[in-house]
């Protein structure tokens, strides 16, 4: 810090000068007379040069002004003309500021609350899935074994529109009835159906909401793949067998502002199958399923435990899986550290 106070000793005066002042020194009774009134010098006539400067002299204060009101209506039209993205463009870049060193040891630092999501699903993987059905799409139907092109189409329809009821109608997941999905099945293949609705095996093929779940308006997201190849099942039955690995992801009401807080993540292999018409009964004939898994993040544990579907606390992987995004990657295996 700089001492402002007083210093200890005084300044000195300086020495009255040694030579007398030509002012003050008497001479003749009546003082000294300087040279130059004893001979007197005349003036020369001020040459051009000289005029100009003498008038910029007297006028400077009065130019000083008009060039400083003719630099501010300049920089106020500029402002105005191109605004302030362009004078800051157009300025000197600001000098770096001095920092401090940091303490060492533990430390916190102020941090704004992340911004609330545009969408439930956008800071995901979901926000890049097709919305509803257009996730799901069919493998080019071709004569496979005994199947026809026309046979391997009608059983890739079958599965479509199986898949499109069961994990993406809403009118289907909000009520108890299970039959317009159980109606799309061979006859014979019914009661079994009926059986895994009176329980929560459905769950691993199809989506039940719980009595007052409260899903967003958006449209659910879809992301997967189908395959299909031609097969026998255990009694020789030769079959067309179809295999869909699918992530769904459903929109659910929060008060949450992390991104997915609102997001619950179902991941399933179902493999479906469609026997040759010679090898079975009437009653027989049409899609039957063979085997279901199936995967759910971000759930109510309870109302999973009864097949139904409903938000629960945020948690994708949980707290033992170092990629918490696997939930949404149809690639990755449905063998996952448990949530609930």
């Known amino acids: 810090m700089t001492d402002h106070g007083p210093t200890p000793e005084s300044p000195r005066h300086p020495d009255p000068p040694s030579h007398p002042d030509p002012w003050t020194a008497p001479a003749d009774g009546l003082g000294t007379i300087p040279d130059w009134l004893r001979h007197p010098q005349f003036d020369a006539e001020p040459s051009r040069a000289d005029r100009r400067r003498i008038w910029l002299s007297r006028h400077s204060v009065k130019l000083l002004g008009g060039a400083a009101a003719l630099l501010l209506l300049t920089f106020f039209g500029l402002v105005g003309t191109t605004g302030y993205r362009a004078l800051q463009r157009w300025g000197e870049p600001p000098a770096a500021h001095p920092t401090i060193s940091l303490p060492t040891g533990e430390q916190a630092s102020s941090s704004a609350s992340p911004p609330s999501a545009a969408g439930p699903f956008d800071g995901t993987p979901a926000a890049a899935f097709p919305e509803g059905a257009a996730g799901i799409a069919l493998p080019a139907a071709k004569p496979t074994g005994p199947f026809s092109k026309k046979q391997v189409a009608a059983a890739l329809a079958k599965v479509r529109t199986a898949l499109v009821t069961a994990r ?173």
């Open 168 to 340: 993406l109608d809403r009118r289907f997941a909000t009520t108890k009835d299970p039959e317009p999905f159980i109606r799309q099945f061979a006859p014979d293949a019914r009661a079994d159906l009926r059986k895994d609705f009176a329980s929560d095996v459905f769950a691993t093929y199809a989506t039940k909401l719980t009595p007052g779940a409260r899903m967003t308006g958006d449209q659910l997201r879809a992301k997967g793949r189908i395959s299909y190849r031609a097969t026998k099942d255990a009694g020789g039955i030769r079959i067309l067998e179809v295999t869909t690995n699918f992530v769904w992801a459903y929109a659910f009401r929060t008060s949450g502002t992390v991104p997915g807080d609102g997001v619950v993540v179902v991941h399933d292999t179902v493999v479906w199958s469609v026997p040759h018409p010679d090898d079975v009964d009437r009653s027989s004939n049409g899609l039957w399923i063979e085997e279901a898994n199936s995967f759910a993040s971000n759930i109510d544990c309870a109302a999973f435990d009864k097949g139904l579907l409903d938000l629960g606390t945020p948690s994708f992987g949980g707290p033992d899986d170092p990629d918490p995004d696997a939930v949404f990657d149809p690639d990755k295996t449905l063998d996952l550290p448990d949530t609930c």
